[in-house]
């Protein structure tokens, strides 16, 4: 179906005296890196540790902007307003540019964190408020979200380019969402299984859900969770098995022309 596809892991998000995930030795694999802006995840120090060591892999940098939820880790559902979530995204996307640009680094691209992403994949006035922030922040950036999601939906309205995003180490409901956590199975770590997930969504646009569906959808970008068990070697095998099969790993991030971004017009209005 493709002969390419970008590899993203979400990265930095230790704080404090907390380590979480692998990203130095993640970062040798990915292509684009989802940093955490410091509310589940991720503080000053480790946002600017992280687009360090992007920059020095040569990997795409972008915002992974969460609920304020750093016991949940930002994957509880909370109760926010549209303009709340416009304005806390903007707000994280902006603490990350501001750090990137210091490193003389751009924001590539905007992906919600957690349950926030989960919420905005179905509800479009969330999904709408996560787009205006990153209108706001910059007309060029690219928004990541679930296969034919109202993320993906508000994205395209607001004039963005955005980029389909399949999740080689997470199971699928029957209607295209992410399974709970909670359910047995939710988190895949077996490595040869996420590799044959991978190939079918990147190749065949296809994976299996859990009751045993097929559900079709076309995939830009990869997931590996930074936090996923092993997530290191995964990313690893993923790349290396995906090149062997003619597939080239690359940033989903072609040049955006400044006429391209005055063609988008302006941003929904504000909530």
Known sequence: MTSSIDLNSDVGESFGAYHIGADADVMR?????????????????????????AKNAGVAVGAHPGFPDLVGFGRRELKATPREVEDLVLYQIGALGAIAASEGVPVSHVKAHGALYNMA?????????????????????ILFGLPNSELLRAGEAAGLRVASEGFADRAYMADGSLAPRTAAGSVITDPEMVLQRALRMVTRGEVTATDGSTLTFAVDTLCVHGDTPGAAELTRLLREGLEQRGVA???FMPPVSAEHRLRAGPPPGRA
């Open 29 to 53: 694999s990915i292509t684009s890196a989802n940093v955490a802006c410091g509310f589940h995840g991720g503080d000053p120090g480790v946002m600017r540790e992280t687009v360090r060591l």
């Open 121 to 141: 994949a179905r509800d479009r006035s969330l999904a709408d408020a996560i787009a205006r922030a990153a209108v706001a922040f910059d007309r060029g950036v």
């Open 249 to 251: 790993v690359r940033a």
